[in-house]
């Protein structure tokens, strides 16, 4: 397992065809100072997909960003991006493990469930994520989860939590206040007209978060 911290700004993309819009929507994101970026496409064919995963493999490359695979773990193997992000009907964490080695990042999604990010980490995951927290206009029929989920998984976890879900600049502050470490953001950031304004704001709200913490301890 790795020992790469996942934190700050997480962004994933969005569901769309165009290669060329895609990509220039995500370099504008990491030009901002994106470090994650997870490739996310529900309605593409595995040509789109390996397209796409490609062009952002070499984004992030020339970036020195991460790149997480969601679902696909032969992608992963295919593009050479950095890890996976799995979900309860995807392969197993001890099967993804088998299959991308020991040093790429394996994310689990676990909803509201602690049990579940318990397991994930006895299972050898890297870093979790909860949600959603907020009403999601990128992923429908979502469970919800309570904001004090963050705090009690703070308590019992080790490895890095992400909060997902509807988040927004206005309500961001809160998740990482419950000890969230990372925000994973698709229709505020990619769905805004700037940017790289939106991305530096997200970046902002965790230095300060950083500077509250650091003046009261």
């Not at 704001?201 to 009261?216: A, G």
């Amino acid at each position: 397992m790795i020992t790469h911290e996942i934190n700050g700004l997480y962004a994933i993309t969005p569901d769309i065809t165009g290669t060329t819009q895609l990509c220039e929507m995500t370099r504008q994101a990491l030009a901002a100072g994106v470090q994650y970026v997870q490739y996310r496409n529900k309605i593409a064919d595995y040509r789109l997909r390996l397209t796409q995963a490609k062009a952002l493999s070499k984004l992030c490359k020339q970036y020195g960003a991460i790149l997480i695979i969601n679902d696909h773990y032969d992608l992963v193997i295919e593009v050479d991006a950095d890890g996976i992000h799995i979900g309860k009907e995807d392969i197993t964490i001890t099967d993804a493990r088998d299959y991308l080695g020991q040093n790429k990042i394996i994310g689990v999604s676990c909803y509201n469930q602690l049990e579940l990010a318990l397991e994930a980490e006895r299972m050898g995951a890297d870093y979790v994520a909860f949600g959603a927290f907020f009403y999601s206009k990128t992923k429908m029929n979502t469970v919800s989860a309570s904001i004090d989920l963050l705090s009690e998984a703070k308590k019992k976890l080790n490895i890095p939590l992400v909060a997902i879900g509807g988040i927004t600049l206005a309500n961001a502050v809160s998740l990482i206040n419950r000890g969230s470490d990372s925000i994973a953001v698709c229709h505020e950031l990619f769905g805004a007209q700037n940017i790289h304004f939106v991305v530096k704001k997200f970046n902002q709200l965790f230095f300060r978060t950083e500077q509250t913490f650091s003046s009261s301890s």
